[in-house]
């Protein structure tokens, strides 16, 4: 059987969170699974970068229960433009 670290167990935690959280928003599962899917990719031996994520999705996870809350913004780097002549 495998076992998982507190972090592991945690981030697992978050995940279910999430999913129960987004439920009740229409299109908000699809970018929950897709985001933690991205960050799967993270080596586990990174646990600063992981704690960091973690925090961050606890914050966003208390947004995403507040009753107001419509969709979920992202910051990600804008895509170089091809310059046309």
Known sequence: MLRHSKLQKQVLAL?????RAGQDKPG?????????????RIKKTDVMHIEYLYRRGQRQLE???NANTKQLGS???PKERAESN
């Open 15 to 19: 995940y279910r969170q999430f999913l």
């Open 28 to 40: 908000f599962l699809p970018r929950i699974r897709d985001e933690f899917r991205e960050n799967s």
């Open 63 to 65: 947004q995403l229960r």
């Open 75 to 77: 910051f990600s780097k």
